[in-house]
């Protein structure tokens, strides 16, 4: 089974630090992407990456960037954390051509910023 | 720009009944994906199905079946004899072939199967 796995279950972290939240996956996969969950909201695009070392913006991306330097890893920064960025944090990946179906996505970690 | 609405919030059924789901979205692509998706209380989404926009015919798996209706822009999903497993936030999506084909999702539908 494809295995997405998100560093930290829950996360804690004071306004202004510098916050990673990591994700690796194990099946090689080309697509990997970050969203965020906020009730009533849904799930909102923050940036995605099709290779290492590339990425895109999503539909929220502002106060967030990536990072790619290994096929596997797909880190999410923020470089400074704010409170309105506390929320449900989701990583996924995707072998298939981006959009078509990507069927794997790590549990979440669940960012609380104090 | 792309839209998914699950009007449904949250909806409650006792244990063996059928539920459906609803799902409506916008887009002006006439090719696309639909996506339903579950996730249950451990958080992590489990994909259920994809859907071609060309594809209109109904799908069932097992207790699942989904009805999409392009006519109506909706996508609905059907959990027959509902069980307490079954229990979990089901979210819609639409994906744009053209471009980055970003994934649009709606906002969930909380659905709690009681004993």
């Known amino acids: 089974d494809v295995k997405v796995t998100q560093s930290s279950r829950y996360l804690v972290k004071r306004t202004g630090e510098k916050v990673f939240l990591e994700c690796v996956q194990d099946?090689?996969?080309?697509?990997m992407f970050w969203y965020r969950q906020d009730p009533g909201l849904g799930l909102r695009l923050i940036y995605f990456s099709y290779d290492v070392k590339m990425k895109e913006k999503g539909d929220i991306p502002e106060g967030y960037s990536v990072s790619r330097e290994k096929k596997e890893r797909f880190s999410l920064i923020l470089e400074s954390a704010s409170t309105n960025q506390t929320s449900m944090y989701l990583c996924?990946?995707?072998?298939?051509?981006?959009?078509?179906?990507?069927?794997?996505f790590g549990s979440g970690t669940r960012l609380t910023v104090v | 720009a792309q839209k998914v609405t699950q009007a449904q919030t949250e909806i409650s059924v006792v244990e063996k009944e059928d539920v459906t789901l609803d799902c409506v979205y916008e887009t002006r692509d006439t090719t696309y994906y639909l996506f339903w998706y579950k996730q249950p209380p451990s958080g992590e989404l489990v994909f259920l199905i994809r859907r071609n926009s060309f594809d209109e015919q109904n799908e069932i798996s097992g207790r699942y079946s989904w009805n999409f209706q392009k006519s109506t822009s909706s996508f609905n999903f059907t959990i027959t004899a509902s069980q307490v497993v079954d229990s979990a936030v089901y979210f819609c999506a639409l994906s744009e072939v053209s471009g980055y084909q970003k994934v649009t999702f709606g906002t969930g539908t909380k659905l709690q199967v009681i004993p």
């Open positions: 996924a990946s995707d072998a298939s051509r981006p959009g078509t179906g990507f069927g794997t």
């Open positions: 099946m090689d996969h080309e697509n």
